[in-house]
Structure formats: structure tokens, C-alpha cells
């Protein structure tokens, strides 16, 4: 479902913070139907873990939702092991104390090596890293991307600021150059 989201996915889209304004769902639908995948699936991540009744039972739907993540990175579908990552990370998860101490050691240890590749240190460089080695197919995190696009945009002006008249070709080359990698 996300590689065909992304398939459907329109450069205009990703131009002039279209995912970002009061009309974004008209001007970026991809874009917003990818941020809908990924947040229901993060908040079902979650529910399914919330619904166990004790500390065991949650501990077991912890493990096995590592697992998916697991099999997820092996299908290269970075999206996904965001998803897991950060239902797992979110605070109603985070502070189950008692089920995260029943979790196995073999997740434990599995839950480790999922948030080494999406640790956002060094501008997220395992993951992209990751990313570019990977071959193809892969569904690759769109939030990354999206966090690119508006940094380029913003922290460089549509202008050159010494002549006004001139356009600033390093930003709408840098802003090409995240395109062209979403593409």
C-alpha cells in the first residue's frame, strides 16, 4: 500500500510547502495520504499494545511488533519500521515499565538494531545510508524528505539577496535534488 502511495505521488506536491497549507489535502494528496498510512498505523501499533491487560500480555504484543518491524527492515520498507518505531516510542508505550523489563532480550536486542537505523543524529545518516545502499524495491520514510524540502526552502531565499532580480538556483537545485531521490 505505501509503495503505491508514494508511486502516485506528484512532484508538485512536494513544492512550496504544499503538504503544509490549510489546502493541502487538494494541493498534496499523495503526500497527505502517505501522513495518514503512517500515523494509523503508528496509533494501531500502539492500540493493539494498550488493549493487553497485563504486563506479560503486553510485553508479548511488544515482541511481536518488533519482530514486524524486523521483517519489515528486511523488506527495505523504512516507512514501516518508522511506524513500529515510533509506536513504540510514543509516551502511552514508553512508560510501561513493567511490560518493557518482561520483553525478551532477543527483541530487546532486535528493538536496538531498529532504532540504530532510524536515530536522527548526524542528520539521520545511518538510515540514509541504508537507504542508498539498499537495491530496489524499498518504500523509503517520507518524512525525512519532507523535512528536507522545508529546510531548503527555508533557510534559502527565492532570491539572491545581492541582486534581487536574480533567482537562487542553489536552493531550487538543492529542492530538485530531494525530488529527484523521492522519484
Not at 493541502?24 to 493487553?52: H, Q, V
Not at 532477543?106 to 532510524?118: G, P, Q
Request: proline share 3%; net charge neutral; charged share 25%.
Amino acid at each position: 500500500m505505501e509503495h503505491w502511495l508514494l508511486a502516485d505521488l506528484q512532484v508538485k506536491e512536494c513544492l512550496n510547502g504544499a503538504w503544509m497549507g490549510h489546502d493541502r489535502d487538494e494541493r498534496a494528496p499523495s503526500i497527505m495520504e502517505c501522513i495518514m498510512r503512517f500515523n494509523e498505523l503508528t496509533a494501531w501499533l500502539t492500540t493493539e499494545i494498550l488493549l493487553k491487560d497485563t504486563a506479560k500480555e503486553r510485553a508479548q504484543m511488544i515482541g511481536r511488533i518488533i519482530h514486524i518491524g524486523e521483517l519489515l527492515l528486511d523488506l527495505q520498507n523504512f516507512s514501516g519500521v518508522m511506524s513500529v518505531c515510533a509506536a513504540l516510542q510514543g509516551a502511552s508505550v514508553y512508560r510501561l515499565k513493567k511490560s518493557w523489563a518482561l520483553v525478551k532480550k532477543k527483541h530487546m536486542a532486535a528493538f536496538e538494531r531498529l532504532m540504530t537505523v532510524i536515530k536522527r543524529d548526524g542528520n539521520s545518516k545511518a538510515y540514509r545510508s541504508l537507504l542508498h545502499s539498499c537495491n530496489p524495491p524499498c518504500v523509503p520514510y517520507l518524512g525525512i524528505y519532507l523535512t528536507d524540502l522545508t529546510f531548503i526552502s527555508d533557510g534559502n531565499p527565492e532570491r539572491l539577496p545581492e541582486n534581487e532580480e536574480l533567482t537562487n538556483w542553489t536552493r531550487l537545485s538543492g529542492i530538485a535534488a530531494v525530488v529527484m531521490e523521492i522519484k
